[in-house]
């Protein structure tokens, strides 16, 4: 049967459940649109020849083809488009620098998307109030500015405000400004402690 | 209760298909029994039991949903789809009898959205159909309801086995209300917590090293 691909493409990308980005199938989709220029050829010379010798017999073989040719743009556009909903997503989870192994799942043109997208949302942020606003900052509303929090894994130097360096071992705690270090707990390097 | 900042593409409502939605593309890929009313001239080759170099007129077959929409004419006779037996009399009658005991999952589990999509072919018992997916979803929703909105820090997949994926998604949703609120009344939900996504990241990168 045609279209079988293009499903078992949606079918993978479904499988992986909460926004996580599988590898770019290049393969599978590379084998669609052969399918794609194998259906269309062959509509092209049935469309001749029931032009030509007045074979509208052939008409319903002609429909069948071209529903199929639909149906798989159907399927790689809504993979495409998922993917690049799942991509945005990440930019909002991670910030602005994917983990290696995030980037490695996506192709070149979604590397550029990824880029493009990064671009203009800092160019948003920068042109809200008089020098600019974080969006993606304080996304549950802040009780205090400091908060306590303990390091889930070694990190490394940390560097605040004031200049202080500090360093994030694994099981210490420290009373930091929220507004820095509500990325890294979203990334999972620090966790909130609640008194 | 966590913030998710990937929010897929909706199915669609009813009758209605969502073009990007990858719920309703898996959902036009189940599969339908056909009589085809016309030939298909050298196609032969997509119906196996046969080796001709076409499919003749009046060859039973399976399509995918999607196909025998494409292919379906009000005016021209091209296909004639039959019911799957789920939503034929016999079975409208066990659903209307106590759909509470049916198991949706196994003969769906897109019950209520195939069972909508077959409105789009004109057939005689239609509007029994449409009378009974709504009958059933009424039926079986208070239960739905009443379990996801009382099942707390418990084990779900007893509940979440028989249902229909549009029942699973109400479920879930009903899910994350009741611990949004829990977490709340406990004074949790001003705590910062590690992105679901990225969590999931890390479970699978540690699967991944071991053997």
Not at chain 2, 89 to 110: C, I, Q, S
Request: hydrophobic share 35%; aromatic share 10%; charged share 25%.
């Amino acid at each position: 049967m045609f279209c079988e691909k293009a499903a078992e493409m949606i079918r993978d990308l479904q499988r992986m459940n909460e926004g996580q980005l599988p590898a770019f199938n290049e393969d599978g989709l590379r084998q669609v649109l052969q399918e794609m220029e194998s259906l269309y050829e062959q509509n092209q010379t049935d469309v001749n020849e029931a032009k030509a010798e007045g074979r509208a017999d052939l008409i319903p073989s002609i429909k069948l083809r071209h529903t199929c040719l639909l149906r798989n743009q159907r399927c790689v556009s809504a993979y495409l488009y998922d993917r690049l909903l799942r991509i945005r997503a990440l930019r909002w989870e991670y910030g602005s620098v994917l983990p290696a192994n995030v980037r490695f799942h996506m192709c070149a043109e979604e590397l550029q998307w990824f880029s493009h997208y990064k671009k203009s949302l800092a160019s948003f942020m920068r042109s809200l109030g008089s020098d600019g606003l974080d969006v993606t900052q304080d996304v549950k509303p802040p009780k205090s500015l400091y908060i306590q929090v303990r390091c889930v894994k070694d990190h490394g130097e940390f560097e605040i405000d004031d200049g202080t360096v500090i360093l994030l071992k694994k099981n210490s705690q420290h009373f930091l400004p929220r507004w820095k270090c509500e990325q890294l707990i979203r990334q999972g390097v620090l966790e909130h402690v609640m008194s | 209760m966590d913030t998710q900042s990937y929010l897929p593409v909706e199915p669609g409502v009813g009758m209605e298909e969502n073009y990007f939605s990858l719920d309703d593309i898996l959902l036009s890929q189940e599969r339908l029994p056909v009589r085809t009313e016309t030939a298909f001239p050298r196609l032969g080759f997509l119906e196996r039991s046969s080796d001709t170099q076409d499919i003749p007129e009046g060859t039973k077959m399976e399509l995918p949903l999607w196909l025998s929409k494409g292919l379906y004419e009000k005016k021209r006779r091209v296909l004639a789809v039959e019911l799957p037996k789920v939503y034929k009399e016999g079975w409208r009658t066990v659903f209307n009898a106590d759909p509470n005991v049916v198991d949706l999952h196994k003969m769906g589990p897109y019950y209520y959205g195939l069972g909508s999509q077959m409105l789009h072919f004109e057939s005689p018992e239609n509007p029994d159909i449409a009378q009974t997916l709504l009958q059933t979803f009424i039926g079986r929703f208070r239960r739905t309801m009443d379990s996801s909105q009382n099942a707390y820090n418990e084990d779900t997949s007893a509940l979440v086995e028989r249902l229909d994926c549009l029942e699973k998604a109400l479920f879930k949703s009903g899910q994350s209300g009741l611990n949004g609120f829990q977490s709340w009344e406990k004074g949790q939900a001003s705590q910062l917590t590690a992105s679901s996504l990225v969590l999931n990241y890390r479970k699978r990168k540690i699967a991944d090293v071991q053997p």
